[in-house]
């Protein structure tokens, strides 16, 4: 695998990802935190899992419920989920796959283990990734995309040792299955002990890279070990990072041209103005962003 990297990119912010409670959940969180409250154009970042799913503990039952405004964005680590939606749609997505969807004026959708594997039981984890859209899209119709992880194409490094998965985007002329609304990257990375790999970056685009386990080095100076620091937000004055494994560690990488626009948020809304999000409530009871029968 051969880049252009010759200046690496310092870093911004290194931040932790803490444990919080939504509702009954608990799970981390590394975006937004009281230190890094948003990398334009990503808004949120939740690692949920690795959970045990069973017939007596189902935690990641989501029933359905609204969004508009943004992308909300699932990585399957581990297990799979049932996705289903008021537009129709209705998929089962496994590890390695990736749901992304537009939620755009309005969908209404429903994630969790299908009843077949709270049955046999099994382990789930995954992050969820809210990914805002400008204004002029915020309205677009909703749209839903399912890749599985056979037809995502992989980089390996010269070891052979680090493989990266190209979800969105491109790396070194390879592109990602998924099509995107803003210019952005999204790849997630696989490495074994020892394994080493310069990333290229572009200059225009805000990016962060999150450990979801194990061990590295980055730039050969910045360590980020699982439970302690685990985000990096790397400033736009460089080409890329170079990333070791000190352990067999799994990350995600993101990056993408910031938006650059006010944020209004609430509950499954990303809205611009307060106007947008009371319209937003107000079309949901209305049923104008679909129907979901709970399954």
């Given amino acids: 695998m051969e880049n252009n990297v010759r200046t690496f990119n310092s870093v911004k912010n290194i931040g932790r990802s803490d444990y919080i409670m939504m509702g009954n959940l608990r799970l981390r969180q590394p975006l937004p935190t009281n230190e890094i409250e948003t990398i334009d154009p990503f808004i949120l970042l939740h690692h949920f899992g690795p959970f045990v799913v069973n017939e007596v503990l ?166 980020l070990k699982k439970n302690e620091n685990q985000l990096i937000e790397f400033n736009q004055d460089g080409d890329g990072f170079n990333f070791k494994s000190n352990s067999e560690s799994r990350l995600l990488f993101l990056s993408g041209e910031p938006i650059k626009e006010k944020v209004t948020s609430y509950g499954p809304y990303v809205m611009n103005t307060q106007t947008e999000i009371l319209e937003a409530m107000r079309d949901y009871q209305m049923g104008k962003m679909g129907f979901l029968p709970r399954n």
């Fill in 58 to 223: 189902n935690p990641l039952d989501l029933g359905p419920h609204p969004h508009r405004g943004f992308e909300p964005v699932t990585f399957v680590l581990q297990g799979e989920q049932l996705h289903r939606d008021s537009l129709g749609n209705e998929s089962i997505v496994k590890a390695g796959d990736v749901q992304w969807t537009t939620a755009g004026r309005g969908i209404i959708h429903a994630e969790g283990p299908s009843k077949e594997f709270v049955k046999r039981g099994g382990t789930i984890e995954g992050i969820q990734l809210w990914i805002n859209l400008p204004a002029t899209k915020k309205m677009m119709p909703a749209n839903y995309q399912h890749i599985k992880k056979e037809d995502f194409s992989f980089l390996k490094s010269d070891d052979n040792k680090v493989s990266i998965q190209i979800i969105a985007g491109n790396l070194l002329n390879q592109k990602g299955k998924i099509t995107t609304q803003t210019a952005l990257n999204a790849y997630t990375i696989d490495a074994k002990e020892s394994g080493e790999i310069k990333v290229p970056m572009s200059k225009n685009h805000q990016s962060l890279l999150y450990l979801i386990d194990g061990d590295v080095s980055i730039n050969d100076s910045i360590q």
